[in-house]
């Protein structure tokens, strides 16, 4: 069912913590099931030198985010603005449909961070984060 990538990305992720003093931090609910994700960034120069996760979410959520994380780990943020879930699915070699919903939460997620970052340092953009959706812990976090 899933893909060898899939299980080592779930058995093995890749950036999971957080960053203290972190540049920017984004967290998303995911409106499908209630789980939540967080996400750190460090910026320096316009490049996102370190990336961090932490999420509540499933299996397919640690392995998508894990992804997510070394694919925009060193890259501008220009380029990590265009990461989609769907070219995460691609490099972890497909996901179950029943679990593409899961990949989601990386994407927005990461935009979300950067978001936090430009609206922290006052540089205008137009990213549209979804933010938190989960109606029950919406508001109560140290986030939003
Ligand atoms: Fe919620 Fe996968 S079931 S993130």
Do not use: W
């Not at 999420?55 to 985010?65: E, K, L, N, Q, W």
């Amino acid at each position: 069912m899933y893909s060898d990538k899939v299980m080592d990305h779930f058995s093995n992720p890749r950036n999971v913590g957080e960053i203290e003093n972190a540049d920017g931090v984004g967290q998303v609910g995911n409106a499908k099931c209630g789980d939540i994700m967080r996400m750190y960034i460090k910026v320096d120069n316009d490049i996102i030198t370190d990336v961090k996760f932490k999420t509540f979410g499933c299996g397919a959520a640690v392995a998508t985010s894990s992804m997510a994380t070394e694919l925009i780990k060193g890259k501008p943020i220009s380029e990590a603005l265009k990461l989609t879930n769907k070219a995460v699915i691609e490099a972890l070699d497909g996901l179950p449909p029943v679990k593409v919903h899961c990949s989601v939460l990386a994407e927005e997620a990461i935009k979300a961070a950067i978001k936090d970052y430009y609206d922290k340092n006052g540089i205008a953009h137009d990213i549209e984060a979804p933010g938190c959706s989960c109606d029950s812990c919406c508001g109560s976090c140290e986030v939003h």
